[in-house]
């Protein structure tokens, strides 16, 4: 995670991240003047606007990363927030391989397999990669390494930088602020898949191994803005037995959060046990054999629609 840039967040705002903007215009020019593999090339970073996708189908890669890279035949992606922006050089991790040729681009990603796309370029720096198997198509808008703003992505989304540890362990406790029911809470767990909102907590003490934790109870958590304060967010804890927990959170660094409890006014401090890089452990047969590792899917928080686009595959 880079250091904050405000003012960077602010300008980038109003281009990438609009969810209520879509352009109504799909094709503006299907054989552009320069190779795909130009094309592709031209951006060290293609951001996927997840809430600009159309279709009902699911292209798994697709909708776990942030960012996609092309780099000489070789396909990268950022799928964590945790290290995101500095792991890879900003490109993220290798994920496979792909062919570009007469606008049609094949990636052979390492879990997923084969899936063949028909490109369209929108703009000068929006494509549209069409998936005429499940008739979706994913907006991709480029972004050079040196004016992406890492940091806007990482707090609008951090739900999932969250997620990407199997357990984050209470390691400082104020000395001040009244005494509370969450000072005997010494373990966290964020959940992903599912409805992408439960966690979990523990009274257990000095465990070494996270998968050694025994889950006291189980709940749903939210994770809202606070106008004005692109990094400070409000966490709640959905405790049925002793009522919600309200807190402040804040990101120390990659793998330390801290959580400033209102009622009390204690601050905790949360460190991460093992990190889950989102490359899915399989089998042979390509199954999923760590439930854990199973990726977060970024949810798309426009309404689906059908897909306009033909595919002009024979």
Not at 45 to 66: C, H, K, R, S, V
Request: net charge negative.
């Amino acid at each position: 995670m880079k250091t904050l840039k405000l003012l960077s967040a602010f300008a980038l705002t109003a281009t990438l991240f609009t969810s209520c903007y879509r352009e109504d215009v799909i094709v503006v020019d299907p054989t552009p003047q320069i190779s795909l593999n130009q094309l592709l090339s031209s951006y060290e970073l293609w951001y996927i606007d997840i809430n600009e996708t159309l279709g009902f189908g699911q292209t798994p890669f697709m909708e776990i990363a942030f960012t996609v890279s092309f780099r000489n035949g070789v396909f990268y992606a950022n799928n964590n927030l945790v290290f995101f922006g500095s792991q890879g050089n900003g490109f993220g991790i290798p994920v496979g391989n792909y062919d570009a040729y007469d606008m049609i681009l094949d990636v052979y990603h390492d879990i997923d397999g084969y899936n063949s796309f028909d490109v369209y370029q929108i703009n000068n720096n929006t494509i549209e990669l069409y998936n005429p198997f499940i008739d979706t198509s994913y907006f991709l808008r480029g972004y050079q390494r040196s004016n992406f703003d890492y940091d806007f992505v990482f707090y609008d989304n951090i739900h999932y930088f969250l997620q990407e540890y199997q357990a984050w362990e209470k390691t400082y406790t104020s000395n001040f602020g009244a005494l509370n029911e969450f000072d005997n809470e010494n373990y966290l767990q964020f959940l992903s898949g599912g409805n992408d909102s439960t966690f979990r907590s523990s009274q257990d003490f000095g465990i070494a191994n996270p998968n050694n934790i025994f889950w006291d109870y189980t709940g749903v958590y939210g994770v809202q803005n606070i106008p004005g304060n692109l990094n400070l967010k409000t966490l709640t804890l959905d405790y049925d037995y002793f009522d919600n927990e309200f807190f402040e959170l804040s990101v120390i660094n990659d793998c330390t959060i801290e959580l400033y409890h209102n009622a009390s006014g204690t601050i905790y401090e949360f460190s991460g046990r093992g990190y889950i890089q989102f490359m899915r452990q399989s089998d042979t047969e390509g199954k999923i054999i760590n439930e854990t590792d199973k990726p977060k899917m970024r949810k798309q928080k426009t309404d689906k629609k059908d897909n306009p686009r033909v595919s002009n595959r024979s």
